[in-house]
């Protein structure tokens, strides 16, 4: 697509639910990041996949998050056993390169609300 | 510890006026800039990105400048219109032992602008 397709858009949950937040980026972008915005905050950076691998996913906040990039192109974030505190938006990100001038394209974002 | 601030956290100007959006980094050793602005409930765009060896860049009514050296960088709008109101985020990457594309954000400045 022209550009960073992030689904689902709106996600209302109950504490201790699993849940999945889908990033499909630019064609052909090999970089994918992924951000968290919590409210009145910038957006942190999670972690960053080069292909299909973590480069650095030194963001994620605990072992209840989890990326995956299986192919190379959609990525996956996972979230388990949530909690209130998970509640923002999750953006994701996607370039050409994780090199160089770095020009992210930002997705809309997926609002994660954990009741 | 790298950090950006921004100020002020939200400003209200009446329409025609030029204003000035301040940003403020912790660590000289930077790669790159970029100025963002964010709408409700949409993703980021880029407005500016400056890269380390540069001192401005300018597009349309929008000049940002970088001095690296007092760690700031500030983003001008000439002729301010309503259409301008959103939140102006700063990013910075840093130089030292940072992932190209992960962007450290500062928390923004809300902007309104009122006809």
């Known amino acids: 697509g022209a550009g960073v397709s992030q689904t689902p858009s709106n996600k209302v949950t109950e504490k201790g639910k699993y849940v999945e937040l889908r990033c499909d980026p630019i064609?052909?972008?090999?970089?994918l990041y992924w951000y968290r915005q919590s409210l009145g905050q910038g957006p942190e950076f999670l972690i960053y996949?080069?292909?299909?691998?973590?480069?650095?996913d030194s963001g994620l906040p605990n072992d209840r998050f989890f990326a995956v990039r299986p192919e190379g192109s959609v990525s996956t974030l996972k979230i388990q056993r949530t909690e209130r505190g998970d509640s923002a938006v999750y953006l994701c990100?996607?370039?050409?390169?994780?090199?160089?001038?770095?020009?992210?394209?930002f997705g809309a974002g997926s609002r994660l609300t954990v009741l | 510890k790298q950090e950006v601030t921004q100020i002020p956290a939200a400003l209200s100007v009446p329409e025609g006026e030029n204003l000035v959006l301040n940003c403020s980094f912790t660590d000289s050793a930077i790669y790159n800039l970029q100025w963002f602005r964010q709408d409700p409930g949409k993703g980021l765009t880029s407005l500016l990105l400056i890269q380390s060896s540069q001192r401005e860049q300018t597009s349309g009514r929008l000049n940002a400048s970088l001095d690296k050296s007092s760690g700031r960088s500030t983003l001008y709008i000439a002729a301010s219109q309503p259409g301008d109101s959103a939140t102006y985020l700063c990013?910075?990457?840093?130089?030292?032992?940072?992932?190209?594309?992960?962007?450290?954000f500062g928390r923004g400045t809300q902007l309104t602008v009122w006809p």
């Open positions: 996949f080069q292909g299909t691998g973590a480069a650095d």
């Open positions: 064609s052909g972008h090999t970089a």
């Open positions: 990100a996607s370039s050409f390169s994780g090199t160089g001038a770095n020009v992210l394209t």
């Open positions: 990013a910075v990457t840093f130089d030292r032992g940072s992932t190209l594309g992960r962007l450290y």
